[in-house]
T-cell receptor
């Protein structure tokens, strides 16, 4: 059973471009969580999704950020018009049930130049 | 608002020492607590998960305890090895139904075990 997969592992974008980060949960997991780790800071919760539904987006910045988890395919975290402050490691986690143990992917390291 | 604090921020020990990492949280209404390991440039590996009704969990040389009423958890590592060098993160999940399943993380303890 493959673990949580994230791609790309490293992403470089210029200011103003769009960034798309993908997360494939573990097989059988229908709950996905996104976290962000800014340089020299701890991980912060962004959004929690189930298939086709956003359950909790209280940690998402109000503008430029969106997330989806379609019926088929990976979960996508989308950042529009990136700025330097978006440079961070973005981690995805999945779990089989709502309050289950969360299993983390290797992360996507976004660098905005 | 839940806050999680980990002490110390960094720790350097010689190989073979037993050590304790501390985690405290401000809101005792938690569902569970997890300890993770993070290697540089890598993702998180779950080490131990303690449910709110449990007092401790053990896995190999690792033992985690939970005192929910005082808002504290400790991670005990026995006979430390250089391969244990990593950042150790503590995370809590709130117990309220409306909060979803988010984890609140501490900022970690960076452990170096010297050969």
């Amino acid at each position: 059973n493959a673990g949580v997969m994230q791609n790309p592992r490293h992403l470089v974008r210029r200011r103003g471009q769009e960034a798309r980060l993908r997360c494939s949960p573990m097989k059988g997991h229908s709950h996905v969580y996104w976290y962000r780790q800014l340089p020299e800071e701890g991980l912060k919760f962004m959004v929690y999704l189930q298939k086709e539904n956003i359950i909790d987006e209280s940690g998402m910045p109000k503008e430029r950020f969106s997330a989806e988890f379609p019926k088929e395919g990976p979960s996508i975290l989308r950042i529009q018009q990136v700025v330097r402050g978006d440079s961070a490691a973005y981690f995805c986690a999945s779990s089989p049930i709502r309050d289950g143990e969360q299993y983390f992917g290797p992360g996507t390291r976004l660098t905005v130049t | 608002k839940q806050e999680v604090t980990q002490i110390p921020a960094a720790l350097s020990v010689p190989e073979g020492e037993n050590l304790v990492l501390n985690c405290s949280f401000t809101d005792s209404a938690i569902y569970n607590l997890q300890w993770f390991r993070q290697d540089p440039g890598k993702g998180l590996t779950s080490l131990l998960l303690i449910q709110s009704s449990q007092r401790e969990q053990t896995s190999g040389r690792l033992n985690a305890s939970l005192d929910k009423s005082s808002g504290r958890s400790t991670l005990y590592i026995a006979a430390s090895q250089p391969g244990d060098s990593a950042t150790y993160l503590c995370a809590v999940r709130p117990g309220w139904e409306t909060s979803g399943s988010r984890l609140t993380f501490g900022e970690g303890t960076q452990l170096t075990v010297n050969p």
